[in-house]
């Protein structure tokens, strides 16, 4: 079980930070995942972390740069910190966590475990 926390309404420029909280059977995830999905468009990758590697990460190349994402095993939960936040940023975003794991891990099919989503607006 996920649930994702920390969407709303900003500015461009702004910077948000999301929160997963996963229960349940977590000695089974490997992985977390973030993706997205904008208005009228496909859920697509934002970015990923290795439960046990905290330098094993993956991003998108829009997103390169200004959003960081991490984890804390302690608290069972993922984070994406979101900066310099752009319109285009606009989406549905879903956490998402994997029962294995390989670098780079970024399709969606490799995910068994999903978020609600929580929206993310950012306005001019």
């Known amino acids: 079980h996920l649930v994702e926390s920390g969407g709303g309404l900003v500015q461009a420029g702004d910077s948000l930070r999301l929160s997963c909280v996963t229960s349940?059977?977590?000695?089974?995830?490997?992985?977390y995942g973030w993706f997205r999905q904008p208005p009228g468009k496909e859920r697509e990758f934002v970015a990923s972390?290795?439960?046990?590697?905290?330098?094993?990460?993956s991003y998108t190349n829009s997103v390169k740069g200004r959003f960081i994402v991490s984890r804390d095993n302690d608290k069972n939960t993922a984070y994406l910190q979101m900066n310099s936040l752009k319109p285009e940023d606009t989406a549905i975003y879903y956490c998402?966590?994997?029962?294995?794991?390989?670098?780079?891990?970024?399709?969606?099919?490799?995910?068994?475990?999903w978020g609600q989503g929580t929206q993310v607006t950012v306005s001019l």
């Open positions: 972390i290795a439960k046990y590697d905290s330098t094993d990460t």
């Open positions: 349940g059977r977590t000695s089974n995830i490997y992985g």
């Open positions: 998402a966590a994997s029962a294995f794991w390989t670098a780079g891990l970024s399709e969606r099919d490799s995910f068994a475990y």
